[in-house]
């Protein structure tokens, strides 16, 4: 999950986004594109219907987000890098 250590830019793109004495007190976090509010999913199975869910959490980027910074990153696309996990609905049909 990648709400443990936001998102990793690396020492090119080190910004403040937290307040002087945050940063000091967590200074990596400036190398990193950092989200409002924790990202998590909830998983919910429904074995009645054969169903399951995965709901994602959506925030927001706290301070500039990685194309505002000018991110590059070869193995994907930078417009893919949300600060949101998206949600997922799978139905399962009985095994014949």
Known sequence: ????????LGAKYKHESLSPELSKQFPTVALTAP?????F???EIDGD???????GEK?????????????TSTPIAVASIRPEITAVLETFAEAS
């Open 35 to 39: 989200y409002t509010k924790p990202l």
């Open 59 to 71: 925030s927001a980027w706290l301070g500039a987000s990685p194309a505002e910074l000018g991110f």
């Open 41 to 43: 999913t909830v998983l």
């Open 1 to 8: 999950m990648n709400s443990a250590a936001y998102y990793w």
């Open 49 to 55: 219907a054969r169903k399951f869910s995965l709901r």
